[in-house]
């Protein structure tokens, strides 16, 4: 086995009895320009696709038991993404052991969010034929630590709450408008009214306009109960 591939075991944490499936979950599409023998990592893909999305969905349900359907899965498009993927792959320097053709190479494709997102997955699925579920779910554990930590943590901003949610069920960006300002200039005093398509509006309180418009954020997320769905 080369050094290259090594290094990547030692980040992932597993050690391969077949290194040829690690071999072609890194190889990506355009490595030797078609004349390739080893096979591309685009079928491994799809494969660990479908791993990486039942690990999800498994620690999920475990995590969130009086979570409704929507709720979870809300909660598991947010882990099985090519953002998500490609943010692991960089952790583990996946990157610098993947197979590219030159071109690829100079359009910088070992950064390439849509190539690490793909051998991610092609990683995972190669672990499962390798090692089985139990193995996946090991290095799933380890792997997407911080992305789990980062999903139970409650947002900071509720206008970024908002509009992540918004967009999940697919409705209009949120608007704000400051409905009145009162006080002296050194002292005032916002009322803020948020809009979205179909829903009804909230408002919200405060001492600027942007305090005004995380209360009026946070008033909607209350009112949609948006943290219990």
């Known amino acids: 086995m ?9 980040k992932t944490g597993y050690r391969f009895r077949d290194a040829a499936l690690l071999e072609t979950a890194l190889t990506h599409a355009s490595h030797g320009d078609g004349r390739r ?5 685009e079928r491994m893909e ?3 696709d479908r791993v990486l999305g039942l690990l999800v969905a498994e620690q ?3 995590m969130f038991s009086g979570l409704s359907e929507g709720g979870l899965a809300h909660r598991l498009n947010a882990l099985v993404n090519k953002g998500a993927c490609a943010r692991v792959a960089r952790r583990i320097g996946l990157g610098d052991a993947l197979l590219l053709s030159p071109a690829e190479e100079r359009l910088g494709g070992r950064d390439k969010e849509s190539i690490l997102g793909d051998a991610c997955e092609a990683l995972i699925g190669a672990i499962y034929l390798d090692g ?3 193995a996946a779910r090991i290095f799933f554990a380890a792997a997407w630590r911080e992305e789990m930590d980062a999903l139970t943590k409650r947002p900071k901003d509720a ?5 992540e949610w ?4 697919r409705l209009t960006a949120p608007a704000y408008e400051v409905i009145s300002r009162k006080g002296p200039d050194h002292r005032p005093h916002f009322v803020v009214e ?4 179909g829903l009804e509006p909230a408002t919200g309180e405060g001492a600027s306009k942007q305090a005004a418009q995380r209360a009026a954020a946070e008033a909607m997320l209350k009112r949609e109960r948006v943290d219990e769905q």
């Open 2 to 10: 080369s050094n290259r591939l090594k290094r990547l075991e030692d």
């Open 132 to 134: 089985g579920m139990e």
């Open 60 to 62: 999920l349900y475990g």
């Open 166 to 169: 918004a967009a999940h069920k």
């Open 159 to 163: 206008k970024s709450h908002l509009q």
């Open 194 to 197: 948020v809009r979205i398509d």
């Open 37 to 41: 023998r080893t096979p591309s990592n």
């Open 46 to 48: 799809f494969l660990g």
